[in-house]
T-cell receptor, first 113, second 110 residues
């Protein structure tokens, strides 16, 4: 069974530029999560989708971050404009309801200069 | 906001020793999950716990769901060098919001 796929693996941008990350969850997993992991910390949930609907986006900085999952499969997370403090690893995970066992992709390491 | 506190923050142990770490929350959790993360990789699920008092093993790993539902424990027996990594607890609280702990960094000295 293929795991969660993410691209790109690394991205370097200047502040005020925009960036997008892509995630393809495990086949059949209806729930998809985006996390931000700052160096030395645990992952922080940004947004949770159930199929193509948003379940929780309470910690998403909506003035600059957006995410979509239009067909209920793959998802895109966008940052526009980026700030220095957005430098982090962005992790995507998926799970098969009703359980909470999430399976993670390798992440995208973003560096904002 | 919600905080899952893990202790110890870091551990340096000799190969073959047993390891214990814990995770505490200020609120009740419905599920406890334990993950291991290695450099450059996403977290990998080790053990999932669903009921208060539950004790579950996965090879040399054993985890317990605390009776109060506000804590969980992970033990690793007979540690080996490949156990090196950061261990995170995680789970949804009663509001179904998902949180990760602060992490315990494990170093195993051969």
């Amino acid at each position: 069974e293929a795991g969660v796929a993410q691209s790109p693996r690394y991205k370097i941008i200047e502040k005020r530029q925009s960036v997008a990350f892509w995630c393809n969850p495990i086949s059949g997993h209806a729930t998809l999560y985006w996390y931000q992991q700052i160096l030395g910390q645990g992952p922080k949930l940004l947004i949770q989708f159930q199929n193509n609907g948003v379940v929780d986006d309470s910690q998403l900085p909506k003035d600059r971050f957006s995410a979509e999952r239009l067909k209920g499969v793959d998802s895109t997370l966008k940052i526009q404009p980026a700030k220095l403090e957005d430098s982090a690893v962005y992790l995507c995970a998926s799970s098969f309801p009703p359980g909470n066992e999430q399976y993670f992709g390798p992440g995208t390491r973003l560096t904002v200069t | 906001g919600q905080q899952l506190n893990q202790s110890p923050q870091s551990m340096f142990i000799q190969e073959g020793e047993d390891v214990s770490m814990n995770c505490t929350s200020s609120s009740i959790f419905n599920t406890w999950l334990w993950y291991k993360q290695e450099p450059g990789e996403g977290p990998v699920l080790l053990i999932a716990l669903y009921k208060a008092g539950e004790l579950t093993s996965n090879g040399r790993l054993t985890a317990q769901f605390g009776i109060t539902r506000k804590d969980s424990f992970l033990n690793i027996s007979a540690s080996i060098p490949s156990d090196v990594g950061i261990y995170f607890c995680a789970g949804p609280n009663t509001g179904n919001q998902f949180y990760f702990g602060t992490g315990t960094s494990l170093t195993v000295i051969p």
